[in-house]
């Protein structure tokens, strides 16, 4: 199923990779108090695996 949330362990290992990667990014840049807040948020598009609209500067 596409944008399903619940797969297996290895897409579950993958996302949290691609978490750990982003805030390391963000150490980078010296910005450790940004919480990115991964998870899946439903948009008006799809329901999709993303940060929360407020951290890319949606409302």
């Known amino acids: ?3 399903n949330p619940s797969v297996s362990t290895n ?3 993958l996302r949290a990779l691609h978490a750990e990667m982003d805030n390391a990014i963000l150490a980078c840049y010296g910005w450790q108090d940004m919480d ?3 998870d899946f948020y439903k948009t008006s598009a799809a329901r999709c695996g993303l940060c ?4 890319r500067g949606g409302s």
């Open 11 to 13: 897409i579950l290992r």
């Open 36 to 38: 990115l807040r991964h």
């Open 1 to 3: 199923m596409k944008n």
């Open 52 to 55: 929360p609209p407020s951290p």
